[in-house]
């Protein structure tokens, strides 16, 4: 199953705020196996494959080595919903 997101980010690109992509994914028997993010304004194209790394223009990244949560950046998106009942929903 191909997953699209033709404007990742739409909040932001509605409001001329330079932050959104193109994201592409690509599931097999529910299971998440590629990834493809496009940033056009940085001109950054982030590929990712089960059991392949992940890669920025090309060349692989790797983890900065953290060994626990707390010395994790983690970062999630609520969605665009911005009222107590829909921020509750997607809860």
């Known amino acids: 199953t191909w997953v699209v997101d033709p404007i990742d980010g739409t ?16 599931c097999v028997d529910g299971e998440p196996v590629v990834g493809v ?34 010395k994790a950046m983690v970062l999630f998106e609520l969605g665009y919903e911005r009222s107590e009942e829909g921020v509750e929903r997607m809860l």
């Open 37 to 70: 993010v496009y940033e056009p304004y940085l001109d950054e194209l982030f590929v990712a494959a089960k059991g392949q790394g992940a890669y920025l223009n090309g060349k692989k990244l790797h983890v900065d080595g953290a060994k626990s949560l707390s």
């Open 11 to 26: 909040t932001n690109f509605v409001y001329g705020i330079k932050l959104s992509c193109v994201s592409l994914g690509l």
